[in-house]
């Protein structure tokens, strides 16, 4: 319920912040947050408890039961594969945490707290913890997944999920470190090749008999991964102070950018900081070519399939998620879900590598006028746009034939192709989103809407998946 | 000590594809007044925040009393007081809290006198208890303009001050520069108001769409 707060409710605050210790202006603003969600009823604790209970119990209990059921005589994964996939797991951790921040203040936190000389390796202590904490919980549950696919049971699995938590904590930290010395390029393309390569690496050791790992070998090496994970840790604390303003940009930069790629179906903000400058393609503007063009459907057919001819991002993005394709197949073999997982790898990639090619209809949907230049109506013009899209969605059915009827048959491999580009077609449709957001207002029906616009999508398709392999 | 307290040199700015900012050239020295003028879009606020150091460049330098610019220093950040704008409050604190939060950002651990002083010269002082949500636009860049005056300065940095202020606010700001540069602070300010500039503006770098290269540096 909300409360109304005005002067008569002021009440003074928590003790004021001392000039002689840094550590007491963050205190003092948390306090007075509380304090104010307090006041307005807006603390969302509660419904944080109730969504933990609700949909962590179960998962848990089944994770649980998982890791202490007997280990199946073959596990899909041998153990040098799974600690390759953990370490490109955190390698794509160090990627997304660089795309993310990954410490970022809001607006009035730069205005009012770090415009002051108060020393900002305390002032920032929080954030980075934060961003620390987030990668070593991801990579951690992805740890223990892998510990589980390993055939690792019980304290074993506990013991390999601790160290995923350490080498989470680190990629984390170096993520922290490279932003304050900015190296934001550089850590991309690093944490890219090595997300690539040691995924490929996995796929090529997971075939190859292995021994089981020296009895001491895990706990030496959770040692050892601890404590550089420590040290990073608070070699990163320590270099968050140094960070400048400019690349903490909640709300301006990369984070804003990111939250722009999801809500527009598009993934050019994201390319904008993750490709490296050269790599860049040129923007398209399907608007300034219509000069001269022509009209009718013919004329944006050639003018289709000029652009994508030119889309060398998008090529190279549709063979990267084929070769995924490709790569998946042997880790997933021995798994008792191994086809199911195939065909959810499939259908992602598909979806991937069919949105890159998707710009100009996505164009069209944006600006309903551009149909009109065409000579068009707007169904036409966008109808017409698609030409290229299922161009790409069929190589892409064909190029990942041979892997996916065997387990699968001809007949759900298609299934899954054609699922895909009707999800692509679906999002790359969807005119870009326009906020509906109100102070105190709306809010959660953007989450919705957004959540309906994006991942839902996602996810109903990937329901549709599962039920076309059932059924 | 020697030589403009803040020197900007070629600055440029591009955000993707699209240049802000292009080779832009000034200085300021100390107790001077400079405005920043131009059209909308011509790159003021941009250029204020490079300054700032909220906006990283893409290409030149700015330097602060002959050394690289860096806000991460302490001491730099002691010695500018910026105002971007209104907004950017926290909903959670009060007018009043908000103003001696920053004075003790700066070591004052008694600002209640000084708070009380500035919340009076910009009629604030009624508001005092008021949340930032509660205060017109008006009033939030006064906030904005009082969290610059409850600090130590030698340089401050305004974006578009005389916005939201009306005929006698605007008639105060010009005293209160004036006032500034009496007191041995340098003034940069972007602002659309001719008679403020006329009024208290020692300088003025004008930003334009298309200025040929020979005019592109220039205080003038």
């Known amino acids: ?471 | 000590m020697t030589g403009p307290l803040l020197d900007v040199r070629d600055l440029g700015k591009a955000y993707g594809d699209v240049a802000v900012l292009d080779g832009v050239t000034f200085t300021v020295e100390p107790a001077e007044v400079v405005a920043l003028t131009g059209p909308n879009g011509s790159g003021k606020s941009t250029l204020l925040k490079c300054i700032a150091g909220w906006e990283e460049p893409s290409t030149g330098v700015v330097l602060f009393e002959g050394g690289p610019y860096a806000e991460q220093r302490p001491r730099v950040r002691a010695a500018i007081a910026v105002a971007l704008g209104g907004g950017a409050d926290f909903p959670g604190l009060t007018v009043r809290e908000h103003l001696e939060f920053m004075a003790r950002g700066h070591g004052n651990a008694d600002p209640g006198p000084i708070v009380a002083a500035v919340l009076d010269e910009l009629e604030l002082a009624h508001m005092a208890e008021r949340f930032p949500f509660a205060l017109s636009q008006g009033q939030r860049r006064r906030l904005g303009l009082a969290a610059c005056f409850v600090r130590p300065r030698r340089l401050l940095v305004l974006d578009e001050p005389e916005q939201n202020l009306d005929r006698a606010g605007r008639q105060w700001l010009a005293e209160r520069i004036a006032a500034e540069q009496r007191a041995g602070v340098a003034v940069l300010m972007a602002c659309h108001d001719p008679t403020l500039v006329a009024a208290a503006a020692d300088a003025e770098v004008e930003l334009g769409f298309d200025l040929p290269d020979d005019d592109r540096d220039g205080a003038t």
């Open chain 1, 1 to 471: 319920m909300t409360r109304p707060v005005g002067p008569a409710r002021v009440t003074r605050g928590p003790r004021p912040p001392d000039p002689a210790d840094p550590a007491s202006f963050a205190r003092y603003l948390r306090r007075m947050g509380r304090r104010w969600r307090t006041a307005n009823g807006a603390g969302i604790r509660y419904e944080t408890t109730i969504v933990l209970l609700w949909y962590g119990t179960v998962p848990a209990i089944v994770g649980w039961q998982a890791l202490t059921a007997p280990p199946p005589p073959i596990s899909p994964l041998t153990w040098p594969a799974a600690a390759a996939l953990l370490l490109a797991a955190a390698a794509a951790a160090v990627l997304m945490a660089v795309a993310a921040g990954p410490v970022n203040v809001g607006p009035e936190y730069r205005s009012w707290v770090l415009s002051t000389p108060v020393d900002r390796s305390v002032l920032l202590r929080r954030p980075c913890v934060r961003a620390i904490g987030m990668t070593a919980g991801v990579i951690g549950l992805v740890g223990l997944a892998l510990a589980g696919l390993a055939g690792l049971r019980g304290a074993e699995a506990l013991a390999a999920t601790g160290l995923a938590v350490a080498v989470g904590a680190g990629a984390g930290a170096v993520a922290v470190l490279g932003q304050a010395a900015g190296a934001h390029r550089s850590m991309v393309v690093l944490a890219r090749w090595a997300t690539v390569a040691l995924f490929v690496g996995a796929a090529a050791l997971n075939p190859l008999p292995v021994h089981p790992p020296p009895g001491p070998l895990l706990g030496v090496v959770i040692v050892v991964a601890g404590g550089v994970a420590a040290v990073l840790a608070r070699a990163a604390i320590r270099a968050a102070g140094h960070i400048p303003l400019a690349r903490m940009t909640a709300g301006s930069g990369p984070v804003a950018s990111v939250t722009e790629a999801v809500s527009d179906q598009t993934l050019a903000p994201l390319s904008e900081i993750l490709v490296r400058p050269e790599l860049r393609r040129q923007p398209i503007r399907v608007g300034h070519r219509l000069s001269g063009s022509g009209t009718g459907t013919a004329a944006l057919a050639a003018v289709g399939r000029r652009l994508a001819v030119r889309n060398l991002q998008a090529g190279l993005r549709w063979a990267l998620l084929v070769a995924i394709c490709y790569l998946a197949a042997p880790l997933l073999a021995t798994a008792a879900f191994g086809p199911a997982g195939l065909a959810l790898v499939a259908y992602l990639c598909a979806i991937g590598s069919v949105s890159g090619y998707s710009d100009t209809v996505r164009r069209f949907a944006g600006e309903p006028t551009l149909a009109d230049r065409y000579g068009l109506d707007r169904w036409g013009g966008r109808l017409a746009a698609m030409w290229v899209p299922v161009v790409a969605a069929v190589a892409f059915a064909l190029a990942t034939m041979p892997l996916l009827a065997g387990p699968l048959g001809p007949l759900r491999a298609i299934w899954v192709a054609s699922l895909a580009l009707l999800v692509a077609a679906y999002r790359a449709n969807q005119r870009p989103f326009a906020a509906s957001f109100v102070v105190g207002g709306a809010y959660s029906q953007d989450v919705v809407r957004r959540f309906l616009r994006g991942p839902g999508v996602l996810l109903a398709g990937g329901v549709l998946v599962m039920a076309g392999l059932l059924g």
